[in-house]
């Protein structure tokens, strides 16, 4: 049907697209709760975000609470932010706050500043009409590609439009500081109580439109412990490659969400079941086909595990050491590789495989360099904790990296045991003791221990120089 309105659209003018857009939602009748008919009490709002709204209405202008933290209301959760929508274009609520900045150019919206806490006011976002002829005068304010992708999204409408180009049912949500009542466009109060994760309008559209809604529709299916609607997860599999088109700076924003907020391992689990893996980290999705439960399988999933129960524990965790587990196979074997196939000696041939691996990673997922540079330290000393012997197993120690590497050899062990699990295990003794011990334990054989013998060099050529730094 909506194909159809669109084919008819092109002939038309911009007026007629808009009234048969609009006669052709996709949504279903509006539903109104009542203060009565939802738990939500002013009192769990944040202040600041009520200020925005009334000043808004006092301004003349409709403004409502949207999204994320109604939907979490609505489940007893505590959302996470506040975001505003409004009819006031973003120059009219720089106009009605002071303490306000515009920013974005694919989303224009407004930040309004409170301290530390940031209020997002967004304008009502209308339909795209197709691209054609025509629409030249709005070309500059929407654009998508040719795979459907929305490139820009600067087109304002109506509030019923603006719901309509949410992504999931439950993000429909509406709560207005007139009557206190919720608004409902997409039937999301039903898909909450029946805990669905479901996309408004067509699928495969929807996706094509912004492929990250993949990503999300995972993300809130393990953050609200729901189900995703069986026709929103039919489609992913054959579309999971469309998220080669995101900017790498975006998708690690996302991997941010996945991955730092307590449900990893779900989502990766999902990630790995929907064919995103693939798409996002190929050579450890490689990695973990040859041998679906191995070693690769084991330290990825104890990693992220662990990373869980740190957020659980209130704990610092780093994307760092989670990218030093996903990648640390592929570079183990792209590094043995390297000593067969160029005879490198192996400290030579783990840098140019870390090297390789960390580029490899950065055409999808833009991993800030402060923190590829503590995922490089993370591999290089596993080599150090593995051969370092007498007095340079204590200035080990000494390094303010010590820490991650020797985590990171203990999730190797646990994931390989062996020949690790003794490594690991010297290394806690060696913590352990005081300096007698220490020095003892340097005289005796064992992984680390043992008189320090120079090593003999081979001969190689150096290939290393042409090699780019990720
Ligand atoms: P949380 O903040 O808990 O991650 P959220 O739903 O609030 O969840 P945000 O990214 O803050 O997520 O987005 C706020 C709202 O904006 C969403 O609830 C949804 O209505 C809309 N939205 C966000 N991203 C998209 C998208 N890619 N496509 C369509 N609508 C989106
Ligand atoms: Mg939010």
């Given at each position: 049907m909506l194909d159809f309105c669109r084919r008819n659209l092109r002939k038309g003018n911009n007026a007629d697209k808009q009234a048969a857009l609009v006669k052709h939602s996709v949504l279903p009748p509006?539903?109104?709760?009542?203060?009565?008919?939802?738990?939500?009490?002013?009192?769990?709002?944040?202040?600041?975000?009520?200020?925005?709204?009334?000043?808004?209405?006092?301004?003349?202008?409709?403004?409502?609470?949207?999204?994320?933290?109604?939907?979490?209301?609505?489940?007893?959760?505590?959302?996470?932010?506040?975001?505003?929508?409004?009819?006031?274009?973003?120059?009219?609520?720089?106009?009605?706050?002071?303490?306000?900045?515009?920013?974005?150019?694919?989303?224009?919206?407004?930040?309004?500043?409170?301290?530390?806490?940031?209020?997002?006011?967004?304008?009502?976002?209308?339909?795209?009409?197709?691209?054609?002829?025509?629409?030249?005068?709005?070309?500059?304010l929407s654009k998508?590609?040719?795979?459907?992708?929305?490139?820009?999204?600067?087109?304002?409408?109506?509030?019923?439009?603006?719901?309509?180009r949410r992504d999931f049912t439950i993000n429909a949500l509406y709560y207005s500081i007139n009557h206190f009542e919720v608004l409902d466009f997409?039937?999301?109060?039903?898909?909450?109580?029946?805990?669905?994760?479901?996309?408004?309008?067509?699928p495969e559209t929807r996706y094509r439109e912004d492929p990250v809604r993949m990503l999300r529709a995972i993300r809130f299916a393990t953050k609200l412990n729901m189900q995703i609607a069986p026709a929103t997860a039919e489609p992913i599999p054959q579309l999971a490659s469309l998220l080669k088109s995101i900017p790498p700076a975006r998708l690690f924003e996302e991997?941010?969400?996945?991955?730092?907020?307590?449900?990893?391992?779900?989502?990766?689990?999902?990630?790995?079941?929907?064919?995103?893996?693939?798409?996002?980290?190929?050579?450890?999705?490689?990695?973990?086909?040859?041998?679906?439960?191995?070693?690769?399988?084991?330290?990825?999933?104890?990693?992220?595990?662990?990373?869980?129960?740190?957020?659980?524990d209130g704990k610092p965790v780093t994307p760092a050491f989670l990218f030093a587990a996903f990648l640390w196979y592929p570079v183990e074997i792209r590094s043995q590789t390297l000593q067969l196939e160029s005879g490198l000696p192996p400290v030579d041939a783990l840098n140019i495989a870390m090297t390789e691996v960390l580029s490899e990673l950065q055409q999808r997922i833009a991993l800030p360099k402060r923190f590829s540079l503590v995922t490089r330290d993370i591999w290089s000393l596993q080599n150090r904790l593995a051969r370092s012997r007498g007095k340079r197993a204590l200035s080990l120690l000494q390094l303010p990296k010590f820490r991650a590497g020797y985590d990171f050899l203990l999730l190797r062990a646990k994931a390989e045991g062996g020949d690790l699990q003794q490594l690991a295990d010297w290394w806690l003794?060696?913590?352990?003791?005081?300096?007698?011990?220490?020095?003892?334990?340097?005289?005796?054989?064992?992984?680390?221990?043992?008189?320090?013998?120079?090593?003999?060099?081979?001969?190689?050529?150096?290939?290393?120089?042409?090699?780019?730094?990720?």
């Open positions: 509006l539903q109104r709760l009542s203060r009565d008919q939802h738990p939500i009490s002013r009192k769990q709002i944040s202040p600041n975000a009520l200020k925005v709204l009334y000043r808004l209405k006092d301004a003349g202008f409709e403004a409502y609470l949207v999204g994320g933290c109604i939907r979490d209301l609505m489940l007893g959760l505590e959302p996470k932010d506040f975001d505003v929508a409004t009819n006031a274009k973003p120059e009219e609520v720089r106009q009605v706050f002071r303490n306000c900045r515009l920013i974005g150019r694919r989303f224009r919206l407004a930040h309004v500043l409170f301290g530390r806490e940031v209020i997002e006011v967004a304008t009502f976002r209308g339909h795209h009409s197709q691209p054609d002829e025509s629409d030249e005068g709005e070309h500059h998508a590609s040719e795979e459907g992708l929305i490139l820009r999204d600067n087109v304002y409408g109506t509030i019923e439009e603006d719901a309509e997409a039937n999301g109060v039903q898909a909450i109580a029946e805990r669905k994760i479901e996309l408004i309008g067509d991997f941010l969400k996945l991955f730092m907020a307590g449900k990893a391992f779900d989502n990766f689990m999902l990630m790995k079941q929907y064919g995103i893996l693939k798409q996002l980290l190929p050579s450890l999705h490689k990695a973990i086909a040859q041998e679906p439960e191995g070693k690769v399988f084991q330290l990825v999933s104890q990693a992220l595990q662990d990373t869980d129960q740190r957020v659980a003794r060696f913590q352990q003791e005081n300096e007698t011990g220490q020095q003892q334990m340097l005289q005796q054989p064992g992984p680390a221990g043992g008189e320090h013998k120079p090593r003999r060099r081979r001969n190689y050529k150096r290939k290393r120089s042409s090699q780019p730094k990720p």
